[in-house]
């Protein structure tokens, strides 16, 4: 596993990706169009598991171990972020712009997100 002293592009890519969001609800404001940003945790897809220098021990437990870091004690499903997704293009919404939704288990809450 990576150090999280290794992970500067991720967090500039991360940072970089929030303010944009901010700057284009800014800039599309005035013509109604709302500019909104989701940050999912660990998500349970495939993706998440291709991990190929891995026996599949390793990856279970190092799966295991991921899920048990989310204070909600799991992983995400990919339906509990279209949910949001769903929630945050509809009407209900209406009054939200520039804004990122962490729908990561409360990982951002503990401050570690590395």
Known sequence: MASAH???AYAASKGGLISL???LALDYGVDNIRVLGVAPGTIDTGMSRLYKSHSEEELAEMYKDWGSRHPIGR?????EIAQV???LAS???SFMTGETVCVDGGLMAKGVWA
């Open 91 to 93: 009407d209900q919404a």
């Open 85 to 87: 997704v769903m929630f």
């Open 6 to 8: 290794l992970v500067s």
């Open 75 to 79: 992983h995400g499903q990919p339906n």
């Open 21 to 23: 969001t901010r700057q």
